[in-house]
């Protein structure tokens, strides 16, 4: 078994080295492991910090970002992953020693196609907000529970390479990928909520993503473009 990590990069330049500094010791050249990082355009030294980062070890591989937003930028590192497990990241994170380790230990003992682990919630420097995302947001497995109040944050997120087959390519008017990938998981597969901490998850005022909600109108425009999408989904799969 192999492992690919999709990082999306745009603007990243102050946490870049702190998140690839914990991610690659846990990768294993032999085992043909990789860090797929598509950078879009940004107006910091995105780009050039992964191009320098590349150039010292063969296990990240930098892709020119399409430029079209986080969702198409996570697609297009996600399609170029060659292993047979797949982990999310984002680029402001901190992976906690273990992570992968613990993940595919679960893999092992489970039959699930996604796994979503807990995590630490900090602040940009570090500090913890919250000692379990989990418990802050409720987070449980399920379509409809998740469609309600989304639970699968990519960051915390790895899965098996067949689960592609179901979730690409994604829909172009669903609110984020990674709820798109935990609800297909959740809707024709299996998912196991794994409850230990292997994620520092920073929140701050740049995060592409956010806990705060929109309003309800646009609340319910996306959990109807989510239904109409599993939907669409299903009737292709057949």
């Given at each position: ?74 697609e297009q590192a996600i399609r ?46 570090l500090h913890e ?110």
């Amino acid at each position: 078994m192999s492992v690919s990590v999709a990082l999306a990069a745009k603007d990243g330049a102050r946490y870049l080295h702190s998140q690839v500094a914990s991610i690659l010791p846990q990768l294993d050249e032999a085992r043909g492991d990789e860090l797929i990082i598509s950078t879009d355009p940004s107006s910091d030294a995105t780009s050039e910090i992964v191009a320098e980062l590349a150039r010292e070890t063969h296990l990240i591989r930098q892709l020119a970002g399409p430029g079209r937003g986080v969702q198409a930028n996570f697609e297009q590192a996600i399609r170029a992953c060659r292993g047979s497990h797949l982990f999310l990241s984002d680029q402001d994170d901190v992976w906690m020693p273990d992570k992968l380790a613990e993940v595919m230990h679960a893999f092992e003992t489970s039959e699930a196609f996604l796994i979503l682990h807990d995590a630490v919630v900090v602040d940009e420097d570090l500090h913890e907000l919250a000692p379990s995302y989990f418990e802050s947001r409720g987070s449980r497995p399920g379509v409809w529970s998740s469609i309600l109040r989304n639970s699968y944050v990519g960051c915390c997120m790895a899965f098996k390479r067949e689960l592609l087959a179901y979730a690409l390519p994604f829909p172009p008017d669903i609110p984020m990928h990674d709820q798109w990938l935990g609800l297909v998981a959740s809707r024709f597969t299996t998912v196991r909520l794994l409850p230990v901490q292997l994620v520092q998850y920073r929140r701050h005022r740049s995060t592409a993503t956010s806990d705060t909600h929109a309003g309800l109108w646009q609340m319910t425009l996306w959990r109807y473009a989510v239904i109409r999408a599993l939907r669409k989904r299903e009737r292709e799969l057949i």
